[in-house]
């Protein structure tokens, strides 16, 4: 079954007035993303931005040993590649599918076209950028103060946030890289997880049995990026809004 996908199926897109749309809408070309092809590399210089609608992306620290660690995830409440529009053309981090699937690119200058007009466009990326700036430095905080399997957990509920299932195709040494952490220590603690009827996890299949659980078994991280993101969020403006 072939499924339809629309702009406004990205939370950012939906949000923008009716004029700001038409401005965009003619240059947005649907893409898709297979689980981790890269959107950009470290270092490299960003032509796009990309609006999700079905893919997860992962930003990922990448060091020079080649270990990483993802520092967000950006679904489709968001937009990968602030920094075309933050004043800089590179950027540290490294853009991947976590999972496949599909969104709107559009050029890197049509953007900052409409971001100089200084509209509600800009507050509502400004916005959203403070929404990850904060996302990023509580995963900061959760990696060097929490357990395996608290990390874990925040980690499992952000990307389940950013998909319309309770299940997730990931192997444990791909969540591994993500978290930065041993295969080993991430497997101990999804066996913990499993055996308490949290999740099941079958041949890089991740199911959430029991999302409430979950919830409570994380870190209080999770609940600080989400109130944040809800607090910068839910009140923008929305002059005309296109409907989805």
Request: proline share 3%; aromatic share 6%.
């Amino acid at each position: 079954m072939q499924i339809s996908y629309s702009p406004t199926q990205n939370h950012l897109l939906a949000a923008l007035s009716v004029a700001e749309f038409e401005r965009l809408s003619a240059h947005l070309e649907l893409v898709s993303f297979e689980q981790g092809e890269a959107l950009y590399e470290s270092g490299a210089q960003l032509q796009y931005v990309y609006f999700p609608v079905s893919c997860i992306v992962s930003l990922l620290y990448v060091l020079e040993n080649g270990e990483s660690a993802e520092v967000a995830v950006v679904g489709k409440e968001g937009i990968v590649g602030i920094s075309l529009f933050m004043g800089g053309d590179t950027t540290p981090d490294r853009a991947t599918a976590q999972s496949s699937g599909f969104a709107y690119r559009l050029k890197g200058q049509i953007l900052k076209e409409e971001f100089d007009r200084a509209g509600p466009l800009l507050r509502l990326l400004l916005r959203y950028t403070q929404a990850l700036i904060i996302q990023m430095t509580q995963t900061s905080v959760c990696h060097r103060h929490h357990s395996v399997e608290q990390q874990l957990c925040r980690w499992l509920l952000l990307s389940l946030d950013r998909t319309s299932t309770n299940q997730l195709t990931m192997t444990q040494q791909m969540i591994a890289n993500m978290l930065g952490l041993r295969r080993e220590r991430v497997a101990e603690a999804a066996g913990n997880l499993q055996r308490n009827g949290i999740i099941q996890y079958s041949r890089g299949s991740i199911d959430v049995l029991n999302r409430p659980a979950l919830e409570g078994a994380a870190c209080e991280c999770y609940s600080v990026i989400t109130q944040e993101f809800d607090r910068l969020m839910t009140d923008i403006p929305r002059l005309d809004p296109v409907a989805a």
